[in-house]
């Protein structure tokens, strides 16, 4: 399975009615807190866009409203992982991405046969507060020798002053949230990461 190479990260489906348009092509809907009915009309709302545009759609953490509202891609980190249904999310056919941020991780998420392995904090990230340090770009080219032929994201302070050096050392994907949705012109930012990330398109 090919990723593009931009990996957009999202907390509403607002974000995505503004941003999937400009071109691009997966999308993370990641929403921490809110009521079961809201997240549904935002998941559902997210899968109407990304269809209209052709973009692949991720749904983090609630892979049961991800099933139920007909999403085929979530992305789980380790604890996730440990109190969902693998069975159900395979018998419904769901592709899966995991997080990965130690070797005992890494172990972990392979056998449970994840579609993509992400590792992070590749760079300071300000979004949460992490109990990893920050991975190195060192870390990526480990990383893609355990994971190939999966592809492998990299997340985690990522910028489009930073790409190169995250797909030299064997990222398939780059992850972003702050550049973007904290950046002055969330729009302008955009389109430069599409551009950014075009030689590995
Ligand atoms: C692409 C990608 N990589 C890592 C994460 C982090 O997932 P997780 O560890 O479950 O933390 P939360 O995002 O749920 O706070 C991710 N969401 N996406
Ligand atoms: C949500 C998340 N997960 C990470 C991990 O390492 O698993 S790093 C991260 C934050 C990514 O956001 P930003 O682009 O703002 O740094
Ligand atoms: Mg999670």
């Known amino acids: ?14 974000w995505i009615d503004r941003l999937v348009p400009l071109g691009v092509k997966l999308v993370q809907l990641r929403i921490k807190e809110m009521e079961e009915a809201d997240l549904r009309a935002e998941i559902r709302r997210a899968r109407e866009t990304c269809a209209r545009h052709g ?16 999403c085929d891609f979530i992305h789980l980190g380790q604890e996730d992982l440990a109190a969902a249904d693998l069975a159900a999310i395979r018998q419904a056919g769901l592709k899966l991405g995991l997080s990965t941020h130690d070797h005992n991780e890494l172990a972990t998420a392979l056998a ?7 590792l992070g904090p590749i760079y300071p990230t300000i979004l949460k507060k992490m109990k990893w340090a920050p991975q190195g770009l060192e870390r990526i080219a480990e990383w893609k020798e355990h994971a190939a032929p999966l592809p492998l994201v990299a997340i ?5 002053e930073r790409i190169p050096g995250v797909f030299g050392h064997g990222a398939d994907s780059a992850a972003v949230v702050t550049d973007i949705l904290r950046n002055p012109d969330p729009d302008a930012r955009t389109r430069e990461w599409i551009e950014a990330t075009a030689p590995w398109r």
């Not at 985690?156 to 489009?160: A, D, E, I, S, W």
């Open 1 to 14: 399975m090919k990723l593009d190479p931009f990996y957009l990260i999202v907390d509403s489906a607002q």
């Open 55 to 70: 973009s692949q759609l991720i749904v983090n953490d609630h892979w049961r409203i991800a099933i139920e509202e007909g």
């Open 156 to 160: 985690g302070g990522l910028t489009p």
């Open 112 to 118: 449970a046969e994840p579609d993509y392995v992400a």
